[in-house]
């Protein structure tokens, strides 16, 4: 099989040692991922979302390294600069 572009928005919630991943939410593109991650950031329960998109193929297993999209919140969830917020 040929291999298959994510897009996904994930909101971080408190944990007892900074941010910690809530439940994903799969997106149709990078624009809708980034919408997603926006709308996620504003929910009170969350501290933070980012978009990502990752390409792999599901049927082998195979997936490569993730691409940040967007970060948006108030805590940053990583910490070195080459993981800032692209717009």
């Not at 940053?76 to 917020?85: K, M, V, Y």
């Amino acid at each position: 099989m040929a291999s298959t572009t994510y897009y996904v928005a994930l909101p971080f919630v408190p944990g007892p040692d900074g941010p910690v991943p809530s439940q994903a939410v799969e997106c149709q593109s990078a624009g809708a991922a980034k919408a997603a991650a926006r709308a996620l950031s504003h929910n009170s329960k969350h501290v933070g979302a980012i978009a990502f998109q990752r390409i792999g193929d599901p049927d082998e297993g195979k997936f490569g390294v993730s691409d940040l999209v967007k970060h948006q919140g108030t805590s940053r969830p990583f910490s070195q600069p080459s993981e800032a917020a692209v717009s």
